[in-house]
C-alpha cells in the first residue's frame, strides 16, 4: 500500500516536471532583451554626449566668428572716418594746389605786361649793370619761389595719390574679410542647426529606449509573479493528487475492514482535498494578469520600387505641393513618418521629398541613402527641374532637394525648414559635389 502510494506521488510528480519551464525560457529571453536595450541606451547616451561635445566646438566657433565680424566692422566704421577725413585733407590739398597754380599764372602775367615773353628778355631789358644785378636776383627769387612752389604741388600730388590708394586698398580688404567671415558665420549656423536637429532625435530615441527598458523590466517583473504562481499552484496539485490518493486508499480499507475510524480517515482526507481545491482556485481568482506588455508603434512600410512616370505632370505636381507649404513647415529630424507629423507638416529633408512625389503617385524612399539609389544618376550640367540634388552634409549625400531650375532648390533644412534655396549660396555650393537622380523622366 505504501509503496502505491509513493509510486503515484512519484508518478506525479513526474508528470508535472516533465512540462517544459516556459517561464524560465520566458525569463532569460527577456533577460537579452533588457540587456540589449541598455547597451542601446549607453550607446546613445554616449552619441548625445559626443554630439554635445561638438556642438560645443561648432557654437565656440560661432562666438568666435561673431567677435571677428564685430572687430571687423568697427575697422570699417574707423576707416569710413579715415575716409571722411582723408576727404577734407584732400580738399585742402586740392585748395593749396589751386592757390598756387593762381600764383603762378599772376606771375606769369606780371611778365608779359612787362613786354617781355621771357625772364631772359627781363634781364636783357636792364638799363644799367646795377638794373641788370637787380632783375637778376628778383628773378632769381621768383624762380626760387616757383621751383618751391611746383616741388610742394608734386609733393601734395604724390600724398593725395598714395591716401586714396592706402584708403582703398584697406577698405576692399576688411570688406572682403567680412564678406568671408560672414560665409564662415553661414555655413556655422547650419552646421549647428542640423547638429541640434540630430541631439533632438538622439534625446527622443534614447527616451524611447528608456521607456522600453522600463516596460520590460515591468514584463520580467510580471513573469516572475507568474512564475511563483505557478509553482505554488504546481505545489497546490501534488498536494490534490497525494490527498486523492490518500483517500482512495482510506476507502478501500474500510470497505474491507468496515473500520469507522479508515472512514473518518477517508472523510478527513477529502476535507484536505477540498480546502487545497479551494485554495487554488481561491489563488487563481486573486492572481494578477499580465497587462506589462508594450505595444510598439508599427513602422512605415519599407518603400517599393520607384513608379517612374512619362511626362512632366508628375513632377509639377510634387513642385507644387512642397512649394504650397514653403516657409509654413517646421523642420524635424526623423520626421514625416507618422500620420501626426505629416498633418502637421512635420518633415526632414528626406520624407518632405518622399511626400510631395507621393501626391503625384510617385512612390520614394524614406531616407537620403535609398533615394540616393532610386531612378538613374544624371551628369550636375544635365539636372533639370525635377530631379533630386543630394549634398554632402552632416554625412555624405546626407540633404536632399528636388532641382527648380535657374540654380534653385526646394528642400526642407534644419535653418529654414521647407524653403527655395540657391545653389550657389555659399553653404550649398560647397556640400553639393554633383550627385543627381532622376526619379521621373
Known sequence: MKTRLLASVLGAGLIFSSIPNVEVYAHENLDQEISAKKQEVSTMQE???????????????VNETNEKITSTKEDISKNKKEAKQLEKDIAEVEERMEKRFELMKKRARAVQQTGSSSYI??????ESFSDFVDRSMALTKILNADKSILEEQEKDKQTLEASETELKTKLEKVQ???KEIENLKEQLTYQVNDKNSMLAAVKE?????????????????IIIAEAKKAEEEKAEKEAIAVAEEES???ETVAQSTGNAAAKQTSKSITAKKSSATSNGDTAKKSSPTSNGSTVQASRPAAPSAPTVKKG????????????????????????????ADIQNRRFDCSSFVRWAYASAGVNLGWTTSELVNQGRAVSASE??????????TYKRNGHVGIYLGNGTFLNDN????????????????GAFKGVVRRVVE
Open 47 to 61: 552619441k548625445e554626449r559626443e554630439m554635445n561635445e561638438l556642438l560645443g566646438k561648432l557654437e565656440a566657433k
Open 121 to 126: 628778355d627781363v634781364l636783357l631789358e636792364a
Open 176 to 178: 572682403s574679410e567680412l
Open 205 to 221: 530615441q534614447r527616451s524611447k529606449a528608456n521607456k522600453e527598458l522600463e516596460d520590460l523590466e515591468n514584463q520580467k517583473a
Open 248 to 250: 482512495k486508499t482510506a
Open 312 to 339: 512632366s505632370g508628375a513632377i509639377e505636381t510634387a513642385i507644387s505641393t512642397g512649394s504650397s507649404i514653403v516657409g509654413r513647415s517646421p523642420y524635424k529630424w526623423g520626421g514625416g513618418r507618422t500620420a
Open 383 to 392: 539636372m533639370k527641374r525635377g530631379d533630386l540634388v543630394f549634398f554632402d
Open 414 to 429: 534644419s535653418s529654414h525648414g521647407v524653403s527655395v534655396d540657391s545653389m550657389s549660396n555659399t553653404y550649398w555650393k
